[in-house]
């Protein structure tokens, strides 16, 4: 059920398309082996025209991973390396690359389906 956001440099998008980026962040999280069904696994993209990076202008590409509360270290170190992984294999012009898992509160999470969705 992770909610991926990727945030990025505008300029990344001349070397590598964004839905590239997103494949990568998608499959990474299946290669994770913690979640069963790819429809669970949101994934979405905003880019940045405007950014600093210490003194300079390095591309750069963070991805925040929403997580539902519950899961262990262990187990958010593995779903942030496997993604790292895949998006050092399809990003070369990105100075910085950073994966962060972040837990949202079970108790007062709430979601809707559309039963056409189902």
């Known amino acids: 059920m992770p909610h991926i956001v990727i945030e990025y440099a505008q300029d990344i998008v001349a070397e590598c398309p964004i839905s590239t980026l997103m494949e990568a962040a998608h499959q990474g999280a299946m290669d994770s082996g913690l979640f069963s069904n790819a429809y669970d696994i949101k994934t979405r993209a ?9 003194h300079t202008q390095d ?18 170190t593995k779903l942030t390396h496997s ?4 998006m050092q294999h399809v990003v070369t012009c990105a100075q910085v690359i950073t994966v962060e898992a972040m837990d949202m509160n079970r108790a007062s999470y709430a979601k809707y389906v559309s039963a056409h969705t189902l």
């Open 46 to 54: 905003m880019a940045y025209a405007d950014y600093r990076v210490g």
């Open 59 to 76: 591309c750069f590409i963070h991805i925040c991973i929403h997580l539902l509360s519950g899961r262990s270290d262990e187990q958010k």
């Open 83 to 86: 993604i790292l992984k895949r």
